[in-house]
């Protein structure tokens, strides 16, 4: 094997292992917790993902799902358009369990990330210690560790934008002239784990990179974006059009929250004050708010920003991704500004306003006005800054070359501080990744050999958790559910089921089709439990978390 190629396999190596250290705390229930928050998105992933292997080992739709909606089910072309929050985990699921599948295919898409920043580098650089650091300040940046924590598992799929990033820098080197193929294959991949990544990464990278080619005449590289964007827009139609036309065709709940998602300026010197050396910083907890606040995080980091300082100081090809950074900051602040939590307002000849920024501006253009969280813009931070930061460490290796191998425990110790900023969670002033369990319960194990129960009714219908701890109860007792949804809000008629709920009938929801009622003790009041047990009686069981009911023959 050749010494490039042993060094290219030892980066990979080195990816897998830090996502490992990484998830060290959790490792000890890799096999029976899922990785997230519980007020994450995890139980709707792991119910999607379950979804999509169900369907292929029993003959059925991946992309028009039965399990929710009873008794039409839900259109899924969300699913197909987004395959990368869902892949490679369904395929996990012929050899592995649901929780042990849903979590290796974040280790999957974490060491990818590291991997193609990497290789990125070395594209740029040329420099193996400089292309891993690279790889390691992505893989771990605040803003994905956030978005992981949130279970937002495509989003955190960004090795297809760094893939996209690669060909466009490809596009610039004269003898690539096969370039613009490589460009019109990576944008599909781009756009993988979430359509959103055509906002947020592909187009401002492409602008960027487009008029640095413009800046320096390179009209040839700019024919080659062109033309593989422009196919590649063709081919990304394959996930992107089945989407649109779902959404013109079913209605959905339009929420907005460019505000509330936008980033606080302060929040890119805000670490988390969850991190003992950061524990009495004021303005983070105001930034990020008591609970973790994840749209908000997008902490720059002390080193790696050292590190960016020295390569837009002392590299002007670096200055290039400075920009990259700079369009990504102003973007993520959103349509106001905000500083220390709070939006801030100017009177101007005695009218308050708060302050207008570019975002508020350019979201009113066409297909941007859908965008309701600007914050994610960081993503592209965090591209930028794992550039520039390796660009400084190239400046820096070479000006400590009197070190020698010395050098290396320098690099060592550097990455470990990096790591130890970046660290999003922490439990006792050790890090820690949060875990949520996997509900099942015998009795639901039961219900999945019942041929009588037609479908099930969790309550209470209007709490997001309780909606979605009741979608990830279909992936035990397999039963269709009343409600659920592909993302965000069912759009189950609410006046049904506020009916439902008002009333627990016993007639009218079986002629609904609900032969079970789950109530989810944890999310319900009193009084719902209370209404429940009035109307339905004895529970066929119940223990801290679940109260079970069956609407006729109990």
């Given at each position: ?5 042993r060094?290219?396999?030892?980066a990979c190596?080195?990816?897998v292992i ?14 029976a917790?899922f ?14 993902i379950w ?6 080992t ?7 799902v ?8 839900l ?5 197909w358009g ?6 490679p985990a ?20 974490l060491?990818l ?5 990497y290789?990125l580098g ?19 940046y605040?803003t994905t ?15 297809g934008?760094v ?10 080197t ?9 460009v ?6 781009a756009i993988g784990g ?8 592909v ?6 990179w487009?008029?640095?080619?413009l800046?320096?005449?390179q ?5 080659r ?9 063709g081919?990304a139609?394959?996930?992107i059009a ?23 300026l ?14 009495q910083?004021t303005y ?7 609970v973790?606040?994840?749209?908000g ?20 090809p670096a200055?290039?991704?400075g ?7 102003i973007?993520?602040l ?8 709070e939006?801030?307002i100017?009177?101007?000849?005695g009218?308050?306003?708060p ?30 800054m794992?550039?520039l930061?390796g ?9 400590l070359?009197?070190?020698g ?15 130890f ?11 820690m990744?949060?875990t949520?369990?996997?509900?099942e319960?015998?009795i ?7 041929p009588?129960?037609?479908a099930?009714?969790d ?12 979608m ?10 009343i ?7 069912t759009p189950?008629?609410e006046?049904?089921l506020?009916?439902l ?19 989810h ?6 009084e ?9 009686g ?10 079970v009911w ?5």
């Amino acid at each position: 094997m050749k010494p490039i190629h042993r060094q290219h396999g030892l980066a990979c190596l080195v990816m897998v292992i830090g996502v490992g250290a990484w998830l060290f705390p959790m490792l000890g229930v890799f096999s029976a917790q899922f990785i997230g928050d519980p007020f994450g998105d995890a139980y709707e992933y792991a119910h999607h993902i379950w979804w999509i292997h169900h369907a292929l080992t029993h003959a059925q739709n991946p992309f028009h799902v039965e399990t929710l909606a009873y008794p039409n089910g839900l259109g899924g072309a969300w699913l197909w358009g987004n395959p990368f929050n869902f892949a490679p985990a369904w395929m996990f699921l012929y050899a592995l369990p649901l929780p042990t599948a849903y979590n290796l295919s974040i280790v999957f898409h974490l060491a990818l990330n590291g991997g193609t920043m990497y290789w990125l580098g070395w594209r740029l650089l040329g420099h193996f210690p400089s292309a891993l650091l690279m790889g390691i300040v992505f893989m771990l940046y605040p803003t994905t560790q956030a978005h992981l924590i949130a279970s937002h598992v495509g989003l955190i799929a960004l090795w297809g934008a760094v893939l996209w990033m690669i060909a466009l820098e490809n596009t610039t080197t004269r003898s690539h002239r096969w370039a613009w193929v490589w460009v019109a294959l990576a944008l599909p991949l781009a756009i993988g784990g979430s359509i959103q990544h055509l906002i947020f990464l592909v187009i401002p990278f492409g602008a960027i990179w487009f008029i640095k080619s413009l800046h320096a005449r390179q009209g040839w590289a700019m024919r080659r974006m062109l033309l593989g964007g422009v196919i590649g827009l063709g081919l990304a139609l394959v996930l992107i059009a089945p989407i649109l036309q779902e959404r013109t065709t079913t209605p959905t709940n339009q929420e907005r929250g460019d505000v509330a998602y936008s980033t606080d300026l302060l929040a890119f010197v805000a670490p988390s004050f969850y991190n003992p050396l950061f524990s009495q910083l004021t303005y983070a907890r105001n930034v990020l708010g008591e609970v973790k606040n994840v749209e908000g995080t997008a902490y720059l980091g002390i080193l790696a920003t050292c590190l960016a300082g020295v390569a837009l100081f002392r590299v002007p090809p670096a200055r290039w991704w400075g920009a990259i950074v700079v369009l990504g900051m102003i973007l993520a602040l959103g349509v106001f500004l905000k500083w220390n939590g709070e939006v801030i307002i100017v009177a101007i000849d005695g009218i308050s306003s708060p302050i207008l920024l570019p975002w508020g501006w350019v979201s009113r253009l066409p297909l941007l006005n859908i965008v309701r969280t600007p914050a994610r813009f960081n993503f592209l931070v965090g591209a930028g800054m794992a550039v520039l930061a390796g660009y400084g460490a190239r400046d820096v290796w070479h000006g400590l070359k009197r070190l020698g191998r010395g050098r290396w425990l320098i690099g060592f110790a550097v990455v470990m501080g990096i790591a130890f900023e970046y660290q999003v969670m922490w439990h006792n002033h050790a890090p820690m990744i949060p875990t949520i369990p996997t509900l099942e319960r015998d009795i639901f194990l039961e219900l999945r050999d019942d041929p009588t129960i037609r479908a099930v009714f969790d309550i209470p219908y209007d709490h997001l958790l309780a909606t979605k701890d009741g979608m990830f109860l279909v992936t035990v007792h397999h039963k269709p559910v009343i409600g659920g949804q592909i993302t965000r809000r069912t759009p189950v008629s609410e006046t049904v089921l506020a009916q439902l709920q008002s009333t627990l009938s016993p007639d009218l929801l079986q002629q609904y089709g609900a032969d079970m009622v789950i109530l989810h003790r944890q999310w319900a009041t009193p009084e719902l439990e209370a209404h429940a047990v009035q109307k339905l009686g004895t529970a066929l069981y119940e223990d801290e978390r679940f109260m079970v009911w069956r609407t006729k023959g109990q």
